[in-house]
């Protein structure tokens, strides 16, 4: 039976060492890949929730407000801003004038 020398055996241990170190290497890159995705996700993803409640709760706070003054009257009909500005300062001509 034929033995190695101890050159060629030192030559397979390194190998045997590089191929182990590899895999190695390889497992710790997906690992950190899969890590750095995850939390891109969670990063991303935290403030989405929050925004849309945000956003949904104003929308309905300025149509309630938006309603709440076609129902008591505070509503402008006039379908521009100086018009009531004029009536506010009186220089709106009356009937009786």
Same mark, same amino acid.
């Given at each position: 039976?034929?033995?190695?020398? =101890?050159?060629?055996?030192?030559?397979?241990?390194?190998?045997?060492?590089a &191929?182990?170190? $590899?895999?190695?290497?390889?497992? #710790?890159?997906?690992?950190?890949?899969?890590?750095?995705?995850?939390? =891109?996700?969670?990063?991303?993803?935290?403030?989405l929730?929050?925004?849309? &409640?945000?956003? $949904?709760?104003?929308?309905?706070? #300025?149509t309630?407000?938006?309603?709440?003054?076609v129902?008591?009257?505070?509503?402008?009909?006039?379908?521009?801003?100086?018009?009531?500005?004029?009536?506010?300062?009186?220089?709106?001509?009356t009937?009786?004038d």
């Amino acid at each position: 039976m034929l033995t190695p020398s =101890s050159n060629e055996q030192h030559r397979l241990e390194r190998r045997q060492e590089a &191929i182990i170190e $590899m895999k190695t290497r390889g497992n #710790v890159t997906t690992f950190m890949g899969n890590l750095i995705a995850v939390l =891109s996700f969670i990063v991303i993803g935290y403030p989405l929730p929050l925004a849309t &409640i945000t956003t $949904m709760l104003l929308g309905w706070i #300025v149509t309630g407000v938006a309603m709440g003054r076609v129902v008591l009257g505070h509503g402008d009909s006039a379908p521009c801003a100086a018009s009531w500005r004029t009536r506010i300062a009186g220089l709106q001509p009356t009937l009786q004038d």
